[in-house]
C-alpha cells in the first residue's frame, strides 16, 4: 500500500523556521515526482513546491519563493520543505502528494491537483503575528 506521511508542522512566530518532513512508504521513491501542496482556511488547495526525481529540478510558487527550500532523502524515501522568514499568511495545513504515473496526467500544470495522488493526511502550520 502506497502511503505518505507528513510531519513537522507547529506554531511558530513571523519570521521564524519549520522543516516539514513527507515519508513515503510502498513505493520507488526515486520514480516520481513529489509536491508540495498547503490549504488555508476559506481557500482553495494550492501547489508550493515540487521535486521532480526524473532530472532533479525543483519549482516554486511565487508566495514561497526565495524562502522554502525543497529537498529529498532517496535512502530515508523522504521529502522535506525547509520553511524560513514563516509570515502568517503561510498559516495552512502542508499536504504532500506523488505524481500520477499516466501521460496524461504528466501533461498537466506542474503543481494541477489531477496530476497527483497519494495524498498525506497533512500537518498544521500555524504562523503567529
Known amino acids: 500500500e502506497v502511503q505518505f506521511v507528513e510531519s513537522g508542522g507547529g506554531l511558530v512566530q513571523a519570521g521564524g523556521s519549520l522543516r516539514l518532513s513527507c515519508q513515503a512508504s510502498?513505493?520507488?521513491?526515486?520514480?516520481?515526482?513529489i509536491g508540495w501542496f498547503r490549504e488555508a482556511p476559506g481557500k482553495e488547495r494550492e501547489g508550493i513546491s515540487c521535486?521532480?526525481?526524473?532530472?532533479?529540478?525543483?519549482w516554486y510558487g511565487e508566495s514561497v519563493k526565495g524562502r522554502f527550500t525543497i529537498s529529498r532523502d532517496n535512502a530515508k524515501n523522504t521529502v522535506y520543505l525547509q520553511m524560513n522568514s514563516l509570515k502568517p499568511e503561510d498559516t495552512a495545513v502542508y499536504y504532500c502528494?506523488?505524481?500520477?504515473?499516466?501521460?496524461?496526467?504528466?501533461?498537466?500544470?506542474?503543481?494541477?491537483?489531477?496530476?497527483?495522488?497519494?495524498w498525506g493526511q497533512g500537518t498544521q502550520v500555524t504562523v503567529s503575528s
Open positions: 502528494a506523488k505524481e500520477k504515473n499516466s501521460a496524461t496526467a504528466q501533461a498537466l500544470g506542474v503543481m494541477d491537483l489531477l496530476r497527483y495522488e497519494y
Open positions: 510502498g513505493l520507488t521513491f526515486g520514480d516520481y515526482a
Open positions: 521535486f521532480d526525481t526524473h532530472d532533479d529540478s525543483t
